[in-house]
């Protein structure tokens, strides 16, 4: 690709997973760790950078400048010299001079590594920090998951194959084994293992393997499709789903009066059809009358085959090494499940053939049984299932940052007739299909970004952002962040807070400068609160995402010290927080706060001081130990 085809690619759809724009007047830590990323994403087949380009900053399209490099000669070699020598193995890039607006640029292909070669990393950092992904149009430091995805290529062993160290074949279930023969019987009658006896089945699943000594252990896997009860809650306490019903659309602040939360642990079959029947039993039914039937067929305004899909979806891939329930919230709008560890497939694919599993050995046993779609298919049929029901297509959010997961599937027929009226208030701007299905949207759940628009109309980065654009400059939509962290929350003109007609433009095209009409507080809050301190908890909460806030909740007035701690170091990890502030937010006394649970955390090394020169600072913070930064 030469660099004038690289140049009209990131005007037309901005920086993506294939092509990075740098002004790069040197060669750089920037620079390296993007080619690391290319070289090291599964699939990718390599990427492009294009040095001496830059993004105009003010620009809300992308919109790319040439720049120009002064001394190209030297960059390049610099550049191919660093590439074989600065990571663990040479890599060979393609380097070409060219010239736009008759300024140098250069144009650098970096291929994508060999399996038997990933991960391929800084050799100064070592791994996993000099490590690297590429996700979306950014360069993400690998995780463990990350790591082991690159390994798979060596054949490295996964974690659910891993064995238990405390673990006897007294720990499975006969009627966890039974109900496994049960289920592949009814995917396929003829299979040949349901000829074998219980430990010829196991070793072949992947559920008991050899130890050191040569004794026969349960595996990672083995046990949580398998294990009995004590078994589960000794080796994996943490490992549940935990089912959360929350009156309303958001959060509350005071939750231990306003929901009710049930905890689910079993063997991994078992535990899928309760967490099912939980979220079935509790959704909202429509009915009809077929002709000629004298009796009524009530059936959940979800499919149940799309909450089958996300349940399964949530328990297969969700990292087991974290000490974290699966959460389902179940709000008046929405259901919303969130699972610990961020998917290892990059979220602009989602959908496509092809699958990559966190957990393999779980993965087959489930597609064995027909529990799970065929592979990377479950997303698309989850859309597609939506779709023909007349419902909001779901929406799904990876979230590195905080190792995180979350489907959310809404309750109300898209576009009905409540949604029509609604939008009737917004005639005078001549909505499009794709413009009203964005604002049902962003009132339902909140926010908006562009991939949720390219999710939900099916269309590209430049569309999206000019339907973007247009809600913003009418006044409906709030602009927060930059570049691709860029998103929406609606305004208060457009959940109704404001009942002047003359604020909405009669022009689509116009824009509306006028800064009152935009809400600062998100909509859903109380603008009544009972006391200064309720405002601040409120205010604290409202920065927080879904999980955070809903383990908040979920701690009430009687959760445990270790319980505390745990959300104290995930709030820790979010941004440095002052006692004051987690007192506020934990509803605890300061002195508790300080006693109970940042004392023990910072004893532990989990924890540290900001300011560790001047302990009682008043504005002291606390914030979590990362990696080897203790």
Known sequence: MTALELLERLNLLDENERIEAKSASEVGKSLLETVCAFANEPGLGGGWLLLGVAREELSLFPAYEVQGIEQPDKISADLASQATSVFNRPLRLEIQTESLNDQAVIAVFVPEAAPQDKPIFLKAQGLPRGAFRRIGSTDQRCTEDDLLLLYQGRQTESFDAGLLPDGTLDDFSPEAIEDYRQSRREANPDAEELRWNDHDLLQALGAIRLNEKGQWQPTVAGLLLFGKPVALRRSFPMTRVDYIRVPGREWVPDPERRFDSIELRDPLFRLIRRVQAAILDDLPKSFGLTEGDLQRQDSPVVPQRVIREAVVNALMHRSYRSHAPVQIIRYSNRLEIRNPGFSLKSPEHLGEPGSLPRNPKLAAALYDTRFAETKGSGVRVMREMCEQAGLAPPLFESDRSNDSFVIRLFFHHFLGAQDLAWLGQFKALQLTEAEARALVVAREAGALDNATWREINRVDTLTASHGLKKLRDAGLLQQNGKGSATWYQPTALMMGQDSNPDTLSSNPDTLSSNPDTLSSNPPGLSSNPDSASELARRALLNELQGELAARIGSLGKRGTPEDI????????????????????????????????????????????????EKPNDPEQAYRTVQGGEA
């Open 565 to 612: 701690q745990e959300v104290v170091v995930a709030l820790c990890r979010y941004r440095s927080y002052r006692a004051e502030e987690l007192a506020q937010l934990l509803a605890r006394n300061i002195e508790t706060v300080r006693q109970s649970y940042l004392r023990p955390l910072l004893r532990d090394g989990r924890i540290r001081m900001t300011r560790p």
